[in-house]
């Protein structure tokens, strides 16, 4: 299983160098034996009680690669072992430093969980400061409250030249911004956001898709050449519940941003099956140059030259296979994302319609005695039990100024008490009430309260404008933010008036 890659470009002189003495001291802290450079570059294995090491190079002819395959047991769960695949190329001047991590169970008899982390060699080049400049997420961006911050923002999460994911946090006394930074090194940028930032522009800005707010995480991908940003939110309520269940949240969100990273990394990876045919094809090329070099026309250098361009020939076809393969594989990863989609847009419809059929079980929940009094028309429920909620309203009043003991009496009393109020319009004006007692602003809050009634608020202007979802026919347009004391209690008034 794929847990961990990562791709680095180095900086600063002998960065080979540096970035080799940088491994030698991961292995000594792995190993808790000595390591040097020799050993890196010799070509050979090494065995360190169950930890395994094994070194390859390929340096005869330009780029100079190297590699380091450690293996080692899982401490915890037996039959599960930890690959890290480390890879060093030079070329032109300019060094890459390749990282990848996975596991390997034994067989599917192995159980427990996989956590992604990751690997200590990234702190190691980090504080010795071989990192690139350019390399994503050396810093935490700490957004500013401004609007024109909020506005950079989305210019940011809208550029199409970004390939990086965009973790958006806002504020979590559970999340250390910085710290999760330093998990996301190369991989993503960090935008911490402003305890007091205004929810309300940042929605209006962004979209309610790429916001964040009361504690939670909004991992927006790359435009991958579309028009809108895949993204992926983790409510704070998520968050609270991993730590009730001891999951490290750090290591959690790590492992949703490598979830969509690791594929793309992985191609650009090179493991030390690629360094053993650098090696191999470098030693061919020796011959071959050899070869030219010959001056006696003998049958041998004949020979040698047809093995040579049928070596040659071997090495195309691989090459080829390798390409149709490297597309096939693109191909699939397309597939994958576009199912992800469909998948996203059939559950929110399976979330719909398994809405719907509640909905319907609940109006027919012990009402297996009796037919309707009223077959309904065309309109249909904004919210739940809103049609039967007004017939019980015109009701009552019918049923107090019935004549005692009558018929009519009797049935409207059957009619009430087999038909109460909707218990989702009191909760909805009873915190409505207090919501808005002190109303200045549109709050998470408030759009909480909306969402009880089925009611969404949208910004027109200078104004909000509450309607029911789905239904433009009603709304009640009310300022943005609140002129005097009584605002509050005049828009409970209109919103009752006019939606209910």
């Known amino acids: 299983m794929l847990v961990y890659v990562n791709n680095f470009v180095l900086q600063g002189a002998n960065a080979t160098e540096r970035a080799l003495q940088s491994v030698c001291g991961w292995i000594k802290f792995k190993t808790k034996e000595e390591f040097n450079v020799d050993m890196l570059k010799s070509g050979e294995n090494y065995k360190y009680g169950a930890i395994t090491v094994r070194t390859f190079c390929a340096v005869a002819m330009s780029p100079k690669m190297y590699a380091i395959l450690l293996t080692h047991p899982d401490h915890e769960i037996n039959g599960r072992f930890w690959e890290t695949e480390i890879g060093i190329k030079e070329e032109d001047g300019n060094t890459k430093l390749s990282i990848l991590l996975k596991v390997n169970d034994i067989s599917t008899q192995v159980r427990g969980n996989v956590i992604t982390t990751r690997p200590l060699l990234v702190k190691y080049l980090f504080n010795s400061r071989l990192l690139s400049h350019n390399t994503v997420g050396l810093k935490t961006t700490f957004l500013g409250n401004e609007k024109d911050d909020i506005r950079g923002l989305k210019w940011e999460i809208f550029r199409p030249e970004r390939d990086y994911p965009l973790v958006l946090v806002s504020y979590n006394k559970n999340i250390h911004s910085i710290r999760l930074q330093q998990q996301l090194i190369g991989l993503a940028k960090v935008v911490s956001l402003p305890q007091d930032i205004d929810d309300g522009f940042m929605e209006s800005e962004l979209g309610q898709r790429y916001s964040a707010w009361d504690g939670a995480v909004n991992i927006i991908q790359p435009l991958h050449g579309g028009e809108t940003p895949r993204n992926k939110l983790v409510l704070s309520d998520t968050i609270e519940q991993w730590k009730v269940d001891n999951v490290h949240i750090l290591h959690e969100l790590l492992s949703l941003v490598t979830h969509t990273t690791n594929g793309r990394y992985r191609k650009e990876h090179f493991s030390p099956t690629d360094v053993r045919a650098k090696r191999q ?41 390798i390409e149709t393969l490297m597309t096939k594989l693109t191909d699939t990863e397309s597939m994958y994302y576009e199912a992800e989609s469909d998948k996203a847009q059939l559950e929110n419809s399976l979330l719909m319609y398994t809405a719907k059929v509640e909905h319907l079980e609940n109006l027919f929940d012990g009402k297996s005695t009796g037919i309707p009094a009223l077959v309904k028309g ?64 549109l709050t998470p809050k408030l759009k909480e309260i909306f969402s009880i009634a089925n009611i969404e608020v949208v910004t027109e202007g200078s104004h909000n404008k509450a309607k029911f979802i789905g239904e433009d026919r009603y709304g009640v347009t009310f300022a943005k933010t609140a002129s005097d004391a009584h605002a509050g209690k005049n828009n409970v008034a209109t919103i009752k008036d006019n939606l209910f």
């Open 378 to 441: 065309k309109e249909l429920d904004l919210y739940k039990d809103e049609i039967t909620g007004i017939l019980v309203d015109i009701v009552k009043p019918a049923y107090d100024s019935a004549k005692q003991f009558s018929r009519r009496k009797d049935i409207l009393k059957d009619i009430l008490d087999h038909n109460s109020q909707s218990e989702h319009k009191i909760q909805f004006f009873e915190e409505l009430k207090i919501e808005l007692k002190d109303y200045r602003s």
């Open 281 to 321: 094809k470098d030693h061919r090329l020796e011959l071959i140059q050899k070869v030219e070099s010959l001056t006696d026309d003998s049958e041998y250098k004949e020979l040698l030259e047809e093995a040579m361009r049928e070596l040659d020939s071997m090495q195309e076809a691989s090459s080829a296979e």
